[in-house]
T-cell receptor, first 112, second 113 residues
């Protein structure tokens, strides 16, 4: 059965720390992996990764995919309180059509 | 505002009542998804449409749930005879077919008393 597993489930760090969030997957016919940030309501898109070893970067956030070991990491450097959110990982895989399979998320809390 | 919009934002109902939620996707998007999310969990797939056709429905979805997208634009999700276990955030998302990235609405928070 297709699955996406995120770790840790929750994480508390202090402002300025660097964090690494993990997403591993087992799916049939992988197409892409996506990261979203969810604060209070709708998840908002961060990155979409399709190729191994190519880092995607946006400000203090970066992400990389390893298609051989079937995982991705999301790094946040110099964390700020505004980074507090749930970070969701989803994998696009073939079911009846390509669908997103979601992980449970990592709840990140940044303490001032 | 050209994003995905959902209505209402909050709904409180008594057990046994029927509720209906609406989703207006991004206008050029032909795919529309409904998800349910409870605290501490990622979005759980309910169903999706491509244009007006409902292509897949989660086997976990009971017969009390039904969704429509009559003209391939907005969609409605109806829950009949609500139960307390239906309390959750109901998220709508849209995308273009063939593109993995989905755009979410702000969700409808349902509380069944």
């Amino acid at each position: 059965e297709d699955k996406v597993v995120q770790s840790p489930l929750s994480l508390v760090v202090h402002e300025g720390d660097t964090v690494t969030l993990n997403c591993s997957y087992e799916v049939t016919n992988f197409r892409s992996l996506l990261w979203y940030k969810q604060e209070k309501k709708a998840p908002t898109f961060l990155f979409m990764l399709t190729s191994s070893g190519i880092e995607k970067k946006s400000g203090r956030l970066s992400s990389i995919l390893d298609k051989k070991e079937l995982f991705s990491i999301l790094n946040i450097t110099a964390t700020q309180t505004g980074d507090s959110a749930i970070y969701l990982c989803a994998v696009e895989a073939l079911r009846s059509n390509y669908q997103l399979i979601w992980g449970a998320g990592t709840k990140l809390i940044i303490k001032p | 505002d050209t994003g995905v919009s959902q209505d209402p934002r909050h709904k409180i109902t008594k057990r046994g009542q029927n509720v209906t939620f609406r989703c207006d996707p991004i206008s050029e998007h032909n795919r529309l998804y409904w998800y349910r999310q409870t605290l501490g969990q990622g979005p759980e797939f309910l169903t999706y449409f491509q244009n007006e056709a409902q292509l897949e429905k989660s086997r976990l979805l009971s017969d009390r749930f039904s969704a429509e997208r009559p003209k391939g634009s907005f969609s409605t999700l109806e829950i009949q005879r609500t139960e307390q276990g239906d309390s959750a955030m109901y998220l709508c998302a849209s995308s273009l077919a063939g593109q993995g990235r989905v755009f979410f609405g702000s969700g409808t928070q349902l509380s069944v008393l």
